[in-house]
T-cell receptor
Framework: DAKTTQPTSMDCAEGRAANLPCNHS???????VYWYRQIHSQGPQYIIH???NNETNEMASLIITEDRKSSTLILPHATLRDTAVYYC??????????????FGQGTILTVHP | DAGVIQSPRHEVTEMGQEVTLRCKPI?????LFWYRQTMMRGLELLIY????????DSGMPEDRFSAKMPNASFSTLKIQPSEPRDSAVYFC?????????????FGAGSRLTVL
């Protein structure tokens, strides 16, 4: 898995967009970028993933730079319930790597009223 | 769907006792994972199964730990004998393989305290 680097913590005002950056400068061509989050005392929750193109689902948007060395997770309208630790993971899907999600320290996002 | 179900949610035991954690994956999922989370080491993959067969157990810390999956709807993680350093939250997760997608669904976790 490529190493990922995330800020330790970030703050966001409720109702505003939360933009969480992730650096993965050593990512290889067949590695996807995944985002999971973990709300206090709960199991991690899948948010979104992508390879090259930007992706959007009901939870968030994922913007991947053209050189794929970094990405940004966007929560368009953050709520208090989005306060959590957000993990960015770069991993090769399939084969012996499948399921081997290596969780780093993540970014602690705090959404303020 | 009820999601991934783990039991017990909390377990307090004394050093040397046997501990058994249980997991019921989501129906139809063919992969099952056991993770452990501590403040010091974060989330670590212990072992995972595909179609009830253990695929990779390189994360299992030592012989005191064992995991089984007798059928598609049940798995256990056993620690015998338990030690205080085993205190952690143990998560079970399941998924089905989709090309390019490691979409795991995690359970609520089992918090283990070994005194």
């Amino acid at each position: 898995d490529a190493k990922t680097t995330q800020p330790t913590s970030m703050d966001c005002a409720e109702g505003r967009a939360a933009n969480l950056p992730c650096n993965h400068s050593t990512i290889s061509g067949n590695e996807y970028v995944y985002w999971y989050r973990q709300i206090h005392s709960q199991g991690p929750q899948y948010i979104i993933h992508g390879l090259k193109n930007n992706e959007t689902n009901e939870m968030a948007s994922l913007i991947i730079t053209e050189d794929r060395k970094s990405s940004t997770l966007i929560l368009p309208h953050a709520t208090l319930r989005d306060t959590a630790v957000y993990y960015c993971i770069a991993t090769n899907a399939g084969g012996t790597s499948y399921g081997k999600l290596t969780f780093g320290q993540g970014t602690i996002l705090t959404v303020h009223p | 769907d009820a999601g991934v179900i783990q039991s017990p949610r909390h377990e307090v035991t004394e050093m040397g006792q046997e501990v058994t954690l249980r997991c019921k994956p989501i129906s139809g999922h063919d992969y099952l994972f056991w993770y452990r989370q501590t403040m010091m080491r974060g989330l670590e993959l212990l072992i995972y199964f595909n179609n009830n067969v253990p695929i990779d157990d390189s994360g299992m810390p030592e012989d005191r730990f064992s995991a089984k999956m007798p059928n598609a709807s049940f798995s256990t993680l056993k620690i015998q004998p338990s030690e205080p350093r085993d205190s952690a939250v143990y998560f079970c997760a399941s998924s089905f393989f989709r090309s390019g997608a490691n979409v795991l669904t995690f359970g609520a976790g089992s918090r283990l305290t070994v005194l």
